[in-house]
């Protein structure tokens, strides 16, 4: 409530000049034919996903060498508004070039972000995010093809929104990649709850084995969880093994946002965790830097080790620090 | 050029009517309540008003028609009014409104049925109109109201409001008609029908926005929609709008005068509009155009979600409207293209256009141009439309 929500707006004036350029003049719109992906001496992949009658639907062309895994060419068709318009669009031209392997990482995140004018202005408004997991879900599907991992198995662990099909793996993903913390949020980008309603809470016409505030319920528990390892003096190093992914990467921004990211934002620079791997004895995490620390020559010497030092004082001697 | 097409949603003010408002802000600006020359110098032309919004209705002098300041507000009272007095008070449990209404009787019949009283929707054929016959299977004796629209405002279709009237006075039970999209495109005559509660606003007829109206047949009277200084008899305190009341006054006039004008040539240029669209490969209109008012089309276009159409249209400077996902921030589906049980690959693709008799024969041929434009970019943009490998599997149907 309050001033900003008294008489409305027009969703077109909060979408970024870049989600407006591609609706209007969509770069990699079209079709690959199985005769244009021969010429390449690739593999022709055609993914789709999303469905006419939930309001958004892709169909991805990928044309793979098959030598390589590296996605040659990609194009897309979209049935949707101008937002699902935009995000295939940049979807298709992010895959240019990566292999398959590193396709599959990109995230409905990467998607808007790519598609913003400033970096800290979203390209869309919250309800049109959904258009961006769209995009990131046809890429798995895609994928999936090409690995020839049996679609079923790799997409549908549990349906929990059947309107919209939207799985239990992928809410759970979005909830925690977003740090998603109620049910509109969570509606707004994957479309779950949107339509009957029934899978937000018990009480619907429809009874399911698991609803959107459950989900909601169990990951609030386990930040709480990560928080409470954290600020447990006594955990030892033992702890910081037995913690489960989203613990882990808790607990390790936790350490760097106390020690660590004040002194790298003062340099005009940041960083931020891509992954965390268990290597044999060895506890890898993957970081990235922003800004001015993905140039400067400390990043990779005197700053590095810095960062390996405290995570490995405040959680786990065995980890070590490995910059992407 | 700018092309408005989106009349059922509000319409151009008549500069007549506005003209009329015009000296009762600065010049004539007095109370009419009060007792002195500037309030008396506004009863002439409220009379006058009040006279002309009557005669438009052909409400006899005994029933009123009570000012509001929106049909929000008018259809909210009809509905709360009867939840007080009849629901409330273990009378009657029981309200019954089509599965289309605006969203003003669907969201208070939802607050009435949340208070514990039973709500029945009356669900509308594949023409999207709601069968009569459908009323008389759920209306009983403890029935404290009725309430179906005059005309669908999404589809323009027209209810069979004489019929459910009827069944409405064989059962005693009072009937409420939101008329918000009948008034000025066919005859809406009171007396021609039973019907107790009609709702209709001004800006839907090129009067201003922020005043609406209730008419409440003798016999049927309400509690009171806002409690005060008594001002419109009673039934809803607060200082009279008096340019508002003018404007919706000449409004009326202007439009009942231009009602042959709407059924002929308004809609020449509306079945001009239509025919060359359904002229375009894969589209579809709801409701047989003798069933509807003769300003509306609400046309699906196979393959292409409705806010992008609107996009293009707007990009071309058309205004038109969709109820689908995309454009309102609730993602739902077009309520009434589900209710029709429209294929369901058809349900975010409906858009409409709504004409008034502003409308030029010109800016219709360029709409026809820019849509047939549009439709031609956004299915190439289409998977709908697009090319699959043999053997491949879609997913795209198979989703739902």
Known sequence: MGFDSLIGGTIWDEYSNKVTELMNNPKNMGEITEEQAEAMGAKLIVADFGAESCGDAVRLYWAVDPKTDVILESKFKSFGCGTAIASSDTMAELCKGKTVDEAVKITNIDVEKAMRDEPDTPAVPPQKMHCSVMAYDVIKKAAAQYKGVDMESFEEDIIVCECARVSLSTLREVIRLNDLTTVEQITDYTKAGAFCKSCIKPGGHEEKDIYLVDLLEEYEKEKMAAVATIGNENGGAGSFKEMTIVQKIKAVDKVIDENIRQMLVMDGGDMEILDIKENGEHIDIYIRYLGACSGCASSSTGT??????ILKEKLDPNIRVLPI | ?????????????????????????????????????????????????????????????EDSVVITSCATESNNWVLKSIYFEQIITGKKNHIVVSEVEHPSVIATAKWIESMGAKVTYLPINNEGIVDPESLREVITDKTALVSVMWANNETGALFPVYEIGEICAEFGVPFHTDAVQAIGKVPVDVQALNVDYLTFSAHKFHGPKGVGALYIKKGRELTPCLHGGSQMGGYRSGTLNVPGIVGMGKAMEAAIDALDFEMTEVRELRDMLEDALLEIPDTFVVTPRSKRTPNTILISFRGIEGESMLWDLNRAGIAASTGSACASEDLEANSVMEAIGAAEDLAHTAVRFSLSRYTTQEEIEYTIEVVKKAVERLRSISSSYAYAPEGHESGLEAQH
């Open chain 1, 304 to 309: 590095l080790f810095a960062i390996e030092n």
């Open chain 2, 1 to 61: 050029m700018r092309v408005y097409l989106d009349n059922n949603a509000t319409t151009i003010v008549d500069p007549h009517v506005f003209a009329e408002m015009e000296p009762f802000f600065v010049q004539k600006y007095g109370n009419p309540n009060s007792l002195h020359a500037f309030a008396s110098e506004t009863h002439p032309a409220l009379k006058t008003a009040m006279e002309k919004i009557y005669a438009g209705i052909h409400a006899p002098k």
